[in-house]
Each structure stands twice: as C-alpha cells, then as structure tokens.
C-alpha cells in the first residue's frame, strides 16, 4: 500500500543521506526508486530499494524506534514523490545549468551515466536478471544502457573538446533521447497498470 508521508524535499534529504553515509547521490537515487516503480517485478518494494542504497553489511545502525521510523517515513516520502512522478510521466534527468566550464560538462557526463546504470536500470531490474518482459521493452532497457555509455564518451571527449558547443549540443541530444525513452516505458508499459501498483 501506498504511504501518506511527505517528502521533506532535496536539500534535507541530502543532509540525510550525508548523515548515514550514503554514496549514492540524491538524483541517482530518485531514478532507482522511478526504475523500481517501472519494474514488472511486483515483489519488489521500496525497503529492498532502500536497503540497496548501502553495500551489504552496512547498511546505517538504528539505534531507536523513533529513528527507525522517522528513517523509513523520509523514505517513504521519497518514494511517493517519485511514484507520483511516475504516475504524471514526469520523470526526467535532472536540469543542467548554463555553466560553460567543460569541468562542468564532464562531471554532469559522469552524473548522468550513473543516473542511468546505478540508477534507473538499476532501480528497474531490483537485483534480478530473469525477469519476463517483452522484446520491444528489453531493448528499451538496453538503449538506456547505451545512453550511460554515449555519456561517458562524451565525458571523455570533454578533456580534448577546444569548443564546448558542439559538445553542448550532443549532451543536450543525449538528455533528450533518455528522457523521451522513459516517456515512453511509462506511457506503455506503466500508466496501463498504475493502479495495480498502487497496491504495493
């Protein structure tokens, strides 16, 4: 079942992740728990998707009750924020800023990439590799692996790249086809069944 409890919003739940030490950026854990909410594994819940966000056996020691609560409420928060996305398909990389270092760029490469790989596959396929999908989704999944790859070519590019705007332009590209390639996962293999995931 869905939880009712608000997300506290990025900057706070940074802090959190920063207290539990937490590796995963906060962008990189949205798109896991939006693959987690695309996936067809209909086992998968959002506590299997928070226990991964910490290598095993270090996973964050919750000394109370009341910590324990308050760790899984903010989660929870998170997660709905991310379902509700999902259910508007409004899932999208995160907005770059009109930075022209290429620094900037190749550092926005590596976040991308890894918001795709650790991220949203990730998130989609929740430990498993034998999950039935069909051909046409299964390719889907792979071109976003293609896509994380194109980026760290692009982020490689960067370091010999004299004029940032041809490099611009392909990143901005990239970011398109991603985000159109989410779409469309949603719009055709998880708006049909939304409320079946409701039940979660």
């Not at 997300?7 to 539990?20: E, P, R, T």
């Not at 030490?21 to 854990?29: A, R, Y």
């Not at 390639?181 to 979660?200: C, D, G, K, W, Y």
């Given at each position: 079942?869905?939880?009712?409890n ?28 939006a ?92 430990g ?52 159109r ?20």
């Open positions: 079942m869905q939880s009712l608000k997300y506290i919003g990025d900057d706070k739940m940074q802090k959190m992740l920063a207290h539990y030490h937490c590796d995963i950026p906060l962008e990189t854990v949205k798109m896991r728990f693959g987690a909410v695309c996936s067809p594994n209909l086992e998968l819940r959002p506590t299997d998707l928070i226990s991964s966000l910490w290598p095993a056996n270090r996973e964050p020691r919750l000394q109370t009750k009341e910590e324990a609560e308050l760790f899984f409420k903010f989660f929870m928060g998170l997660w709905d924020d991310v379902f509700e996305q999902v259910r508007r398909n409004n899932i999208r990389l995160s907005p770059h800023l009109p930075e022209t270092s290429r620094q900037y760029w190749q550092e926005l490469c590596l976040q991308r990439s890894e918001q795709l790989e650790q991220g949203y596959i990730e998130g989609f396929w929740g498993r590799n034998n999950l039935q999908i069909s051909a046409g989704l299964a390719e889907l999944i792979d071109s976003l692996s293609d896509l994380a790859a194109i980026y760290l070519k692009l982020s490689a590019r960067s370091e010999k790249e004299t004029d940032t705007k041809n490099l611009i332009a392909a990143i901005k590209t990239t970011d398109k086809t991603v985000n390639a989410i779409a469309f996962i949603i719009e055709n293999t998880v708006l049909p069944r939304i409320t079946e995931l409701q039940r979660r």
